[in-house]
């Protein structure tokens, strides 16, 4: 029998934990309606006592080789120690890592939930056959990570791949960082629910006005579903997001012309309604994209003719595979690296 680990996701509502084998089988999964509220020791216990069970459980099947967890927020990995989060109040300057393992007795590996979404997709995803890929994980924010030889790149203090960070509007919104004109101010669930307001307030978007008076929620999913009705002010919320998140891959594909770009995350599900400006944009602000599109129209620009000889390979650009599960798959491939 294999060997199985334990994969762990620490969400803002609730804690995710699966029994995986290292050949990639789930074994099995709990959902905990945790209240991260309820404070950290409180979670810690909860997750701890979720862990013993499911490893006694499957003790005869497998060694257990460890547990990874995936956490919202900014990790000293050297520590294990959390630097920064926003959703986890409390957890800052405290042995979690040390914690963890002090009460299973087992290693424990902390990781960023957008590196863990990555490494679930690079394993056993999209990604699989590729050994180098960016992902972005589009939700409240824009999660990003990049993956070089199916490994984590961090940089020089684990803060490599904010993507969600990189203007693509020099005089934009601004943003909680700091900056101006961020991408996951365009390109992310928050920012369809704000533009979608920021157009009814503006008086520009009659239809969109009419609407959403009576969706009391007028969530991005909502938006979402009156774009594919035909509602033109929606269709354009979702240009705007297409703009952005193209605008945010031609970076990147020029910067790092890597084999495969994912994107995961909720709103990866309105993917027909952003995806063909996303791809227009890419297109046209991209040379290396432009020379390396999968059978691309693009082949007879001018700017492909210069690389041509040098690019065989094509840059695939793709919706993540493993859904909400990808941080599970790749929180527990932790330990097995
Ligand atoms: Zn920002």
Known sequence: MPDFSIGVDLGGTNLRISAISTDGQLL?????????????DHVIGEMCDAIHRLTAQYK??????????GVPGIIDMESGMMRKSANLPGWEEYPVRDEIERRLGARVFLENDANAAALGEAW???GRDADNMVMLTLGTG???AIILNKKIFYGMNGMAGEFGHVTVEPDGVPCGCGNHGCAERYASATAVVRMAREAI??????????????????SAKSIYNLAIQGNTDAQG???RFGRALGMLLADLV???????????????????????????????RSLVYAATAPDSPAQKEGASAAIKPYTRKKTIITQALL?????????????AL
């Open 28 to 40: 099995e999964k709990i959902t905990l309606g945790v209240k991260v509220a309820l404070g950290r």
């Open 60 to 69: 005869d099947s497998g060694r257990f080789i460890g547990a990874g967890i």
């Open 124 to 126: 056993l995803g999209a």
């Open 142 to 144: 824009i999660g990003g």
């Open 201 to 218: 307030e503006s008086g520009k978007a009659p239809a969109l006005a009419r609407a959403a008076t009576p969706d009391a929620e007028f």
């Open 237 to 239: 919320i979702f240009i």
């Open 254 to 284: 020029n910067v790092l012309n890597l084999d495969m770009f994912v994107i995961g995350g909720g709103v990866v599900s309105a993917w027909d309604a952003f995806a063909p400006t996303m791809f227009r944009e890419l297109r046209e």
């Open 323 to 335: 859904g909400s599960d990808a941080g599970l798959y790749g929180a527990a491939r932790l330990p």
